[in-house]
């Protein structure tokens, strides 16, 4: 076996995805030859799954007149506790409104404002301007000051997704589907491209570009539990890491989203809540109002799940069938058109998996991993650190507009915004660049994954289950790298990780690995996996302070003194942990203070 | 050719305005086709007023005013024309077919089990309706009386003298089967076109159909009486 | 006591030298809240490595675990066993083209028919990045999204008689996607341009008017209406194009 095929392009991009597409477009559009390569056809990435919507200060709701974008640039840097980048956050804040309007102008169908006097089920009495009837309209999200997130019902991810993706297959865009990439090729200072399997045949293939951009979304499934597609496994960012060049930045920083629904722990939409949904407790008491009396249940999200778990913890919990412990979603109160209007898949998620109607039963629900805050750290430009030729997109990079928390509606905002920025630099960057390569070298890199490929086929480096070491990895997450984090127990984390971790260079298929088998793509991403959660909990044990969703209770206070700075994760040959290195981050637009909701806020009040 | 301009490059074949025609040529011979059958099963079931007195003047009345003389091969060449139109819709290769039929017995989908119903009964009318028209044309006038005798025809007898009135089973099965293809042909029809709720209007034309078959059903038994009540063929009314 | 469940599945590999098609068993007991989703990773994980079979989203989202459950098309991850009998017989959807066991690829075919129907907005506008955005009243935005929300996942397809047995029809599927633009009052195309594009025994005159995959769209798309609203949209344009004299290629 030697690859297959080799393509030759200006530019690569992995992942097909929003940002990663959207990069796509703005590469080809410049005239360049552009090849994605995806795992799965494009219109069915995790992209899709974003509900709520697309945060952009428009102001053309009633709840929004007034807004602009220097508003969200605040509410973006308070929600990401001060951790974000500042300019990336001020470029984005002011590029994503022109965003929206495109995407409007490539066909989604954005909900639009209806001018008069309504009342919302949230008790808001607005009056909707006649001068503003028709124009994009805007919900209610947490963290916000302003109501600015854009929205299609809340199917917003599938229609920008699908809208996009028209625009690729008009400008007739290659894609490669059904095809990983499992290892960058370098020469050390420059990356050539990716060597990829592709899963309908098994063969490998090489993809040699002027430029690679990663945009292979978050890291989700290194936790048991995740809202994450089954597909968000963070191959993106462990390829790069592998490189031992690149460093993943601020990886301990991990959103969990208050409301994922046990058992299958699927999404149910912020929306509900921006829309009047309440959390209740078992004796149906609606408590956020009790932590977080200006925000209530619209705080950001790391606060809100961090109160949901405060509450359990003092025994309101609910046990019953779907969790041991849970709380409840109530948007019964909104009514059934308002529910089938604008919170249709979240009915029919709730419907489909629990058989529970919304419109007139209460929803079970639980802080569940969501997001990776962190990722292939870029420069504001998208340039990743350590290698030339190789840009981040996305969840998958560490760009560094969510800091330690991100906004609800503001990483759908990302995907297309920094594919339209990044993918602007991308174009710039290979017009001027040239392409040679050594095909030896390239060899090489094709040769060395032949040979974990058939180490792995012939069990030669031992006989590991590779689907029991994923289980225990994702489980080592759920108990020592959760919402509240203590140093002892990110220590035993570390260590449990670790062994698996050498546990998972020694995997052997115990199926013939010929084809597309599935069990080998899965046992080719584990080292890479457990090294990826290796940067979340040994970066999360080394933080000792707390800041957005990163959340120590031996340092429950934020530390800008010492710790106003961004974690850069490396992975050097050989090693079994990651080396930790810092840089600081600036804050040019607004000095560290106060968020306005969380602990720090509110205080760590008990519940009533 | 301004507009010829404009049209935008496609991979499409072009087919021009014939896939338009056709389809609409399906749908209007059906609809003409559907209203024959239920006009001809009211002129039929005028056996029950006055013993056919009615049934014999519609009968004059179509032959005086030459309605039959161009009614009936004008509705020949309807049915030829719908037979073309809707024929090549039915799966036509014997591997077409099997794949049709497989996929119907594994998707056990209750419309798709009526259109194979309608794909069956479409070739039992072709059969059944040529030789109804041979057995019309060959006794021409239509006679109240005389119809009612090949109703009541007693058929072969068997060996144990027992017999089959293969006229009356003849007749039946062709109400049936005719009733059949044109409720639900009129059914398909309106779902493609969209203009009512499909189960409402799947109900609505179920009545309908059943009510057609009544009133050919007690067409059938009056036949049987007129025929006993005249014993004579060609007797008159 | 909980039941003993059968999985028959349809197991071939074409990239398998020899592999034959064939049906393989698999038993487990039933547990509380199992999907098929749940059930056909136990059986990879635990009991047959090889096994291939897609999801992603596994929230009736992405469109990706369309498989024949019993006969009928069905999201996988969103089928609960217990809305089905102790023998469950999987196969993978017919009409596309089979890439291993329960595995088959959507993603090419739809590729395919986004390209022949030019299922994008057709517009001479050039974007203006300073101006607002067009107006648009709510009420036709709701409407677009209604068959906006497909997810491709290929269920109309499969089910399809006509789909099954001609190979250009592009099935419930594309119509509601084209039928989608042709709402869209930002797509500048003229009638012409659309007969041109579903005008045909391919697109909306190919539909005999079976219904099984308004019946089992997973996302519970309206598509009768949307068929029939192509239709009746296209015949006119016809007609009209007849009568004004205009002749199409």
Redo the contacts between chains.
């Keep these: 076996m030697s690859a297959k095929h080799t393509h030759i392009s200006d530019v690569l991009v992995v992942g097909a995805g929003l940002a990663a597409e959207r990069s796509a477009i703005e590469a080809a559009e410049q005239g360049l030859s552009v090849i994605i390569l995806s795992l799965i056809p494009p219109r069915r990435s995790h992209s899709t799954a974003a509900q709520g919507g697309m945060q952009a200060s428009l102001g053309n709701v009633a709840m929004g007149l007034g807004d602009n974008p220097r508003i969200h640039l605040e509410d973006t840097i308070k929600g990401s506790d001060w951790g974000c980048d500042q300019e990336v956050a001020k470029a984005f804040c002011d590029t994503v409104p022109i965003m929206i309007r495109q995407l409007d102008a490539w066909g989604v169908p954005w909900n639009r404002v209806t001018a008069g006097k309504k009342k919302y089920a949230s008790g808001v009495e607005t009056e909707d301007l006649k001068e503003k009837e028709g124009l994009i309209t805007a919900r209610d999200f947490g963290g916000v000051a302003k109501w600015r997130c854009c929205y299609t019902a809340d199917g917003t991810g599938h229609t920008v997704m699908f809208v996009v993706d028209t625009v690729v297959c008009k400008m007739g865009i290659t894609v490669h589907d059904r095809m990983e990439a499992i290892s960058l090729i370098h020469d050390g200072e420059t990356c050539l491209g990716v060597v990829a399997r592709d899963l309908r045949t098994g063969d490998l293939n090489v993809y040699l570009a002027k430029s690679t951009v990663i945009g292979t979304g978050g890291a989700g499934r290194i936790y048991a539990a995740s809202t994450n597609a089954v597909i968000c496994e963070g191959t993106g960012g462990a390829i790069c890491l592998n490189t031992g060049l690149v460093p993943l930045g601020n990886m301990e920083a991990v959103q969990f989203h208050p409301t994922g629904m046990p058992p299958v722990w699927i999404l149910m939409t912020e929306g509900a809540r921006g829309d009047g949904g309440y959390l209740l407790d078992k004796n149906m008491h609606r408590f956020m109002p009790d932590y977080e009396p200006k925000k209530k249940e619209l705080a950001s999200r790391d606060v809100v799940s961090r109160r949901m778990i405060q509450h359990i913890r003092a025994g309101y919990g609910i046990q019953s069938k779907y969790a041991p412990q849970h709380l409840w979603l109530d948007i019964r109160h909104l009514g059934r058109k308002w529910v089938w209007n604008n919170l249709r898949e979240i009915s029919n998620i709730a419907m489909n998996f629990n058989g529970l109607d919304p419109a007139k039963d209460l929803v079970p629900v639980l802080p569940t991993q969501h997001y990776t805050m962190g990722g292939i750290r870029t420069n504001k430009n998208g340039f990743a650190y350590g290698l030339k030729g190789l840009f981040a997109i996305g969840e998958a990079a560490c760009w560094d507009l969510h800091g330690f928390n991100r906004l609800g509606g503001n990483s759908l905002a990302e995907t297309v915004t920094a594919g339209f920025l990044v993918g602007k630099e991308v174009a710039k960057y290979t017009l001027g660049a040239t392409q040679k390569f050594d095909y030896k070298l390239v060899e090489g890199f094709v040769k060395q994954e032949e040979e974990r490929i058939n180490n792995l086929i012939s069990g030669r480096n031992g006989k590991e289950n590779a689907y029991e070491i994923k289980e225990a990895m994702g489980q080592a997450m759920m108990d020592h790298v959760h919402i509240f984090r203590t140093g002892p127990a990110l220590q035993e984390g570390v260590t449990k990780l670790q062994e698996l971790y050498r546990r998972s260079l020694k995997i052997g298929l115990r199926s013939s690995g010929q084809g597309a088998n599935p069990e080998l793509a899965q046992a080719l991403r584990m080292p890479g996996m457990i090294r990826m959660a290796l940067c979340v909990a040994y970066g999360a044990l080394m933080r000792t302070e707390s800041s957005g969703s990163h959340s120590r209770e031996d340092f429950p206070k934020r530390d800008d003194v010492n710790w106003l700075k961004r974690t850069l994760a490396y992975w050097k040959p050989g090693a079994d942990l990651p080396t930790l290195d810092y840089e600081p981050v600036a804050t040019p637009h607004m000095p560290p203070g106060d968020r306005g909701y969380g602990e720090a806020t509110a205080g760590p009040k008990a519940a009533k | 050719m301004e507009?010829?301009k404009?049209?935008?490059k496609?991979?499409?074949?072009?087919?021009?305005?014939t896939?338009?025609y056709?389809?609409?040529a399906e749908s209007i011979t059906g609809i003409i086709l559907v209203g024959f059958l239920w006009m001809h099963m009211l002129f039929v079931g005028t056996i029950y007023i006055n013993n056919g007195a009615l049934f014999n003047a519609l009968s004059e009345g179509l032959d005086k005013y030459y309605l039959a003389q161009i009614g009936i091969p004008a509705t020949v060449l309807v049915i030829l024309l719908h037979i073309f139109m809707a024929g090549r819709?039915a799966?036509m290769r014997l591997?077409?077919l099997r794949?049709?039929w497989r996929?119907?017995?594994?998707?056990?989908?209750?419309?798709?089990w009526v259109?194979v119903g309608q794909v069956i009964t479409a070739l039992l009318i072709g059969i059944f309706a040529s030789m109804h028209l041979w057995t019309i044309m060959t006794t021409w006038p239509i006679e109240a009386v005389k119809s009612a005798h090949r109703v009541a025809e007693p058929g072969v007898a068997f060996w144990g003298g027992f017999s089959i009135p293969y006229y009356l089973i003849f007749y039946a099965i062709f109400l049936l089967v005719g009733e059949y293809h044109a409720g639900f042909g009129l059914y398909?029809?309106l779902?493609?076109?969209?203009?009512f709720e499909?189960h409402k209007m799947g109900w609505v034309l179920k009545g309908i159909t059943v009510i057609i078959i009544c009133i050919g059903v007690g067409a059938l038994y009056m036949f049987t009486q007129v025929a006993k009540m005249y014993p004579h063929a060609g007797g008159a009314l | 006591m909980a039941r003993q469940l059968t999985f028959s599945i349809f197991r071939y590999n074409p990239n398998k030298p020899g592999d034959k098609p064939r049906m393989q068993e698999y038993s487990f007991e039933e547990f509380e809240g199992l999907t098929m989703f749940v059930a056909l990773n136990k059986i990879r994980e635990e009991m047959d490595p090889t096994l291939m079979f897609d999801f992603v989203c596994r929230a009736a989202i992405c469109g990706s675990c369309a498989m024949?459950i019993n006969?009928?098309?069905r999201l996988a991850c969103k089928t609960m066993t217990i809305n089905l009998p102790s023998r469950i017989t999987v196969?993978p959807l017919?009409v596309f083209k089979l890439i291993g066991d329960l595995s088959v690829d959507t993603g090419t075919w739809f590729r395919n028919l986004q390209?022949?129907t030019?299922s994008w907005i057709?517009t001479n506008k050039k974007f203006d990045p300073n101006a607002l955005e067009v107006r648009m009243e709510n009420k036709i935005a709701e409407q677009i999204y209604e068959p906006e929300r497909c997810v491709e996942c290929g269920c109309c397809v499969a089910?399809c008689?006509?789909a099954?047995?001609r190979e250009?029809f592009i099935g419930a599927t594309g119509i509601n996607r084209v039928s989608r633009f042709m709402m869209d009052p930002r797509d500048e195309?003229?009638d012409?341009?659309y007969y041109?594009?579903v005008?045909?025994?391919?697109g909306a005159?190919g539909?005999?008017?079976?219904?099984?995959c308004?019946?089992?769209c997973p996302m519970e798309i309206p598509l009768?209406?949307q068929?029939?609203?192509a239709?009746?949209k296209?015949?006119a344009a016809?007609?009209k194009?007849?009568f004004a004299g205009?002749?199409?290629?």
């Design positions: 507009l010829a404009n049209l935008q496609t991979l499409n074949k072009s087919y021009g305005k896939d338009l056709v389809d609409l819709r799966p591997r077409d794949i049709a996929l119907s017995k594994m998707i056990n989908h209750y419309d798709t259109w398909r029809i779902v493609k076109w969209g203009w499909r | 024949m006969g009928r098309p196969m017919p390209v022949k030019e057709h089910t008689v006509t099954n047995i250009d195309r003229s012409a341009e041109e594009v005008g045909n025994e391919d005159f539909c005999v008017g079976l219904m099984a308004a019946d089992l009768q209406t068929l029939a609203y239709r009746r296209m015949a016809g007609l194009l007849q205009v002749k199409i290629s």
